[in-house]
């Protein structure tokens, strides 16, 4: 978790609004240090969390969460989390052993056409735990609003499953968690460089970035710097707040740059950067 | 992740828990040493060497195990097949097991043009004594006048001496010898032994790289490279190169088409491979010809599937050659991804503009400024041309 985001964002543990889609997104910058804060951000606010980790392996994951202070192990234990491991799962998926046809969640993998349903019934399950037919007495604890974290889209867009495919599967989120389950979505993409001619296929991060960003209520962009490499800022975030006011929507921009350290990261005002003050 | 250097040390219990990669997270058990490989300082990870000591440099210490180098091949793969077989032959000396993937060369031609390492301190296991001179009486020959404490001590180098040491240095006018080569277990595929059946799936991986996908998790369980294998026997690295991926004799046409039929072919084969590669100890390098695939995004992708990423731009050919610049070195090296595992930031390279050469007995990586005489050179010169026009 990092302080000064949660400041830049207003929230905090114990208060966060609820219901909203967060957008994650890099261009050519590696944006996933924010999906680690969100992480350990909703872990620490007591939300049940399910968790997508398709890229990287479980103790990557805890070994960065380690550091920002929360312990994956524990809340797995505690039933907190539900972490989907996509790399571990997808092997046994990609080489079936002994008529094992593997996690049926990741099913897309054999074949990508047939969309992200079976990922969707999953996410559906682990969240809406069957809290209600155990007693309390066992010690069960009582967790606060279902929040789904995806890292990332963009490699599902790598195993042959179309945009097209991936907006369904984020609005369907976006519905039963957000506007039934009032919880919260956040959900991280990466783009590859501007191209300049269309794909003409929906095949492409760009149409997925555009139907996110119209679906969501708060973006987070992570560049560059403009003017290159500098070992001091490692880029800038832009923060986008699509607040849906009665009259209308209302947006409101602001760029930030940042630095990420061993232990989390931090984010200050354009230029004015501890190596330039 | 590499794993790190005492998980294989770990309990029963320890082993039989939820994690079953080779990330862990360091604890306070003894440490057990792979020969080849060491813990990196900065995080704890299992690093090997490439077999070129400047580029281990630039990947921040070594190679971590369990991840993958995806090398871009420059315009005649000559470089780029050269860090391969450095990276084999390193396999060789440090013992560790080798995996050779290729469709255009056999496996074999690849192992039999490995450079000869430079056998100052690696020891080569001769089963055969040193022939003594026969004429000489044995007594002579070893009796020592000055330091005659030390001649009980034994004249071999153990083993232990070679599998300290990190990182060796080839002598690339010479091949290595076939008596050092064959004392490596190497496991081979080659493209046409393995002839595609053609079953109906809808998968986007083509069946050449699902078999190949296949064969390497056959040899990672078949040899015990899992982490979570028994640890009854001593551990080893498997490394495992793979030449010129995604290239039409694979059957794939990335290199052929913008709009590639078989776009996702190779990036599904990678995310295979990574997750191979997290559960077992081993490390893999890749080499794509890049120079042939028009589509950036595509590009950009398959880099970032895998973990640590250079591309190599070789003057041979080019208007650069004879570039008074670039005149002490053989092209130029871009680093493109530089993996951060188990931890928030990664550790960029100092410099962004570094050019290679490679010498005899050294593949050098050194940043490239632009030399200063040159720079008052062409001054100098457009100056007094201004004044010749006036």
Redesign the interface.
């Known amino acids: 978790m990092f302080t000064e985001l949660n400041s830049i964002l207003n929230t905090s543990p114990d208060s966060f609004t609820q219901g909203d889609f967060i957008l994650v997104s890099g261009r050519q910058s590696d944006a996933s240090f924010l999906i680690h804060h969100f992480l350990s951000f909703y872990l620490r606010a007591r939300c049940k969390v399910c968790f997508l980790g398709l890229v990287q392996s479980f103790s990557h994951y805890s070994a960065v969460c380690q550091r920002l202070g929360v312990s994956l192990a524990q809340a797995k234990e505690k039933r907190q989390l539900v972490f989907l491991e996509g790399l571990q799962e997808g092997l046994s998926v990609f080489i079936p052993q002994d008529d094992t046809t593997g996690n049926k969640a990741l099913s897309f993998l054999r074949d990508p056409m047939v969309g992200l349903q079976n990922l969707y019934e999953f996410v559906r399950s682990s969240v809406s735990s069957p809290g209600g037919g155990e007693e309390g007495s066992d010690g069960s604890e009582q967790w606060g609003p279902p929040v789904l974290l995806v890292d990332d889209l963009s490699v599902l867009l790598s195993l042959g499953v179309s945009a097209r495919a991936v907006l369904d599967f984020s609005h369907y989120c976006r519905a039963s968690l957000c506007s039934q389950l009032q919880g919260n979505v956040v959900m991280l993409l990466h783009c590859e460089e501007e191209e300049e001619e269309d794909d003409g296929d929906d095949e492409g991060s760009e149409r997925l970035l555009k139907g996110l960003i119209h679906q969501c209520c708060l973006a987070l962009h992570v560049q560059g710097l403009p003017t290159g490499y500098c070992r001091d800022i490692h880029g800038q975030v832009e923060v986008c707040w699509r607040r849906r006011q009665g009259d209308g929507q209302h947006t409101q921009n602001k760029v930030f740059q940042y630095k990420v350290h061993d232990k989390g990261a931090s984010f200050f005002a354009r230029g004015t950067s501890s190596a330039v003050l | ?1 590499a794993a790190p250097v005492n998980s294989v040390v770990n309990s029963s219990a320890k082993c039989s828990s ?4 080779s ?3 360091k604890t306070r058990s003894r440490l057990i040493s792979i020969p080849g490989t060491r813990p990196s300082v900065q995080n704890g990870q299992l690093l090997v060497s490439t077999g070129v000591t400047s580029l281990d440099y630039l990947l921040g210490g070594g190679l971590a195990v369990g991840t993958v180098l995806l090398i871009e091949e420059d315009r005649y793969d000559s470089y780029s097949r050269m860090i391969l077989k450095y990276f084999l032959a390193e396999g060789v000396v440090c013992r560790h097991e080798l995996f050779v993937a290729s469709a255009q060369h056999t496996p074999d031609d690849i192992l039999q043009e490995l450079p000869s390492p430079i056998l100052d301190d690696v020891a080569i296991h001769k089963p055969v004594e040193q022939p003594r001179l026969s004429h000489e009486p044995q007594d002579s020959l070893d009796a020592m006048k000055i330091a005659w404490r030390y001649q009980n001590l034994p004249k071999v180098q153990t083993a232990l001496a070679s599998s300290s040491r990190f990182g060796h240095y080839y002598d690339v006018s010479k091949m290595m010898e076939a008596e050092i080569r064959e004392a490596a277990k190497c496991h081979r595929f080659y493209l046409p032994e393995h002839p595609t059946q053609s079953s109906p ?5 083509l069946e050449s790289y ?1 078999a190949l ?2 064969s390497l ?1 056959d040899v990672i369980q078949r040899e015990g490279f899992e982490v979570t294998a028994p640890m009854s026997k001593s551990r080893n690295i498997l490394r495992i190169g793979l030449h010129s991926l995604g290239s039409t004799l694979w059957g794939d046409d990335l290199c052929c088409h913008d ?1 590639p039929r078989h ?2 072919a190779l ?2 084969f990678l ?2 491979l ?3 590669l ?2 077992s100890l081993s490390v893999a390098v890749v080499t794509v010809p890049s120079h042939l695939i028009q589509n ?2 595509l590009m ?2 398959i880099t ?2 895998c973990d640590n990423a250079i591309a190599l731009e070789s003057f041979k050919g080019s208007e650069r050659e004879a570039n008074p610049l670039y005149k002490d070195y053989h092209g130029l090296l871009h680093v493109r991804q530089v993996p ?7 550790q ?1 390279p ?1 410099h ?1 503009d570094l050019a290679f050469k490679l010498k005899r007995k050294q593949f050098s990586i050194e940043p490239h400024f632009y030399s200063t005489d040159v720079f008052f050179l062409t001054s100098h010169m457009s100056f007094t041309l201004k004044q010749v026009l006036v």
């Open positions: 992740m939820f994690n079953a990669t990330f862990q997270k799936t809808h998968s986007p991986m699902s996908l296949k998790r709009n776009g996702h990036t599904t995310y295979g990574r997750a191979l997290r559960s950036r995004a950009g992708r970032r599937l951060h595992l188990n931890c928030l930031a990664s960029l100092d962004k």
